[in-house]
């Protein structure tokens, strides 16, 4: 069974500009979960969603947003970029929303 | 909302040695517990959890321990070798609506170093 997916695994950004990532989770799995890892603040909740329904969402600014899409797989959002926002963001997958597998995320730098 | 606190931030352990890792949690609505092993340039791989309804959670070297009155849980490594080195992160997650966990609080990680 193939695992969550992430593209693209890398990316270089200017501030100012906007950027999408995109995430396959695990076939069957109807639940994704947005997470942004950083040295300073380490793994936090961006936003869960489940068929299409944003059902979380984490204390990140309206800049982060996300969309699922019928076939599971979903995008997040990040508009009007800022260096801070230079991190690991990691798409996790589950069946329910319970146990959550992770993809192996995309470096986001922003310069 | 959810506060995990994890211990130590580096451990290093010989090889064949055990490594205990601790974390606390804050609300006494969590009641999932995982732990995430997290290598260079990868993303988190779930190794172990356990629920509220469980004291204790063994999977050959690897066990977990939860004590809910407390709000403590723990994780053991037993006989380590070093491709148990890693980033090792305790989580924790209340039951959200529709009978779900949707929400993981993570500790900041552990750095284990297993030495040859």
């Known amino acids: 069974k193939a695992g969550v997916t992430q593209t693209p695994r890398y990316l270089i950004k200017t501030r100012g500009q906007q950027v999408t990532l995109s995430c396959s989770p695990i076939?069957?799995?109807?639940?994704v979960s947005w997470y942004q890892q950083t040295p300073g603040q380490g793994l936090q909740f961006l936003f869960e969603y489940f068929s299409e329904t944003q059902r979380n969402k984490g204390n990140f600014p309206g800049r982060f947003s996300g969309r699922q899409f019928s076939n599971s797989r979903s995008e997040m959002n990040v508009s009007t970029l800022e260096l801070g926002d230079s991190a690991l963001y990691l798409c996790a997958s589950s069946k329910t929303g319970d146990t959550q597998y992770f993809g192996p995320g995309t470096r986001l730098t922003v310069l | 909302g959810e506060n995990v606190e994890q211990h130590p931030s580096t451990l290093s352990v010989q090889e064949g040695d055990s490594a205990v890792i601790k974390c606390t949690y804050s609300?006494?609505?969590?009641?999932?517990f995982p732990w995430y092993k997290q290598e260079l340039g990868k993303g988190p791989q779930l190794i172990i959890d356990i629920r509220s309804n469980v004291g204790e959670k063994k999977d050959q070297r690897i066990a977990v321990t939860l004590n809910k009155t407390a709000k403590h849980f723990s994780l053991h490594i037993t006989e380590t070798q070093p491709e148990d080195s890693a980033v090792y992160f305790c989580a924790a997650s209340p039951k959200g609506s529709g009978g779900s966990n949707y929400k993981l609080t993570f500790g900041k990680g552990t750095l284990l170093t297993v030495n040859p």
């Open positions: 076939s069957g799995h109807r639940s």
């Open positions: 609300d006494s609505a969590s009641n999932y």
